[in-house]
């Protein structure tokens, strides 16, 4: 079935660098996309979403970019702090399903 | 601030045993779902309901049963509880048109001894 996923399972930056996380996605019907943060023992909080009319959207410190034509989706965090130390997922959905369907997560670490 | 509670945060309990946990949102969302997640790892979908009454499984089968007689309660339930069903249950809820975040609750951890 339709699937999404990760590219890289960890990552690692040092506090103030700039991170990225991708996702790939394989349902060309998705129109919809949602990044999730998800800290040690707690439930995974909305992050930021972008509708597929949209390339790029900008949060406080986060930018979202889609690139429909390859099927990729990308968080960028700027100057990490350790406080963004935590396990990231990508979701997607659309067309006549209005369920999303998540991808494996990303966990990011801040080394101080 | 979340609005949608879950209930206990962690739970204990020996095979065999019966269990119920409990979610409830105070947002008025009609759409509710339940996942299960293994420590570090995705989230699978395993009942969603589209409102009163309304209750489908997920992609991942699993041998709980879920009910919505009330839009702002969705409790799952395990009858029998097993080692193998020891997770963490995460359920969320989302606006009641179009597509949209959900929103989720802390989630509870379950430990079948």
């Known amino acids: 079935g339709e699937s999404v996923g990760l590219h890289l399972p960890t990552l690692s930056v040092q506090e103030g660098d700039n991170s990225i996380i991708n996702c790939a996605y394989s349902?060309?019907?998705?129109?919809?996309f949602i990044w999730y943060k998800q800290e040690s023992g707690k439930g995974p909080q909305f992050i930021i979403d972008?509708?597929?009319?949209?390339d790029k959207r900008q949060g406080q410190r986060v930018t979202v970019l889609l690139n429909k034509t390859v099927k990729h989706l990308s968080l960028q965090i700027a100057a990490t702090q350790p406080g963004d130390s935590a396990v990231y997922f990508c979701?997607?959905?659309?067309?006549?399903?209005?369920?999303?369907?998540f991808g494996k997560g990303t966990l990011l670490t801040v080394n101080p | 601030e979340a609005d949608i509670y879950q209930t206990p945060r962690y739970l204990v309990i020996g095979t065999g045993k019966k269990i119920t946990l409990e979610c409830s949102q105070t947002?008025?969302?009609?759409?509710m779902y339940w996942y299960q997640q293994d420590p570090g790892m995705e989230l699978h979908l395993i009942h969603y309901?589209?409102?009163?009454?309304?209750?489908e499984k997920g992609d991942l089968s699993s041998e709980s049963t879920v009910s919505r007689i009330r839009t702002e309660h969705f409790p799952l339930t395990l009858e029998s509880a097993r080692p193998s069903h020891t997770s963490q249950y995460l359920c969320?809820?989302?606006?009641?048109?179009?597509?949209?975040?959900?929103?989720f609750g802390s989630g509870t951890r379950l430990t079948v001894v």
């Open positions: 969320a809820s989302s606006e009641n048109t179009g597509l949209y975040g959900y929103t």
């Open positions: 349902n060309s019907a998705s129109d919809y």
């Open positions: 972008i509708r597929s009319n949209m």
């Open positions: 979701a997607e959905g659309g067309g006549s399903n209005y369920k999303l369907t």
């Open positions: 947002m008025g969302h009609d759409k």
């Open positions: 309901s589209y409102g009163v009454n309304s209750t």
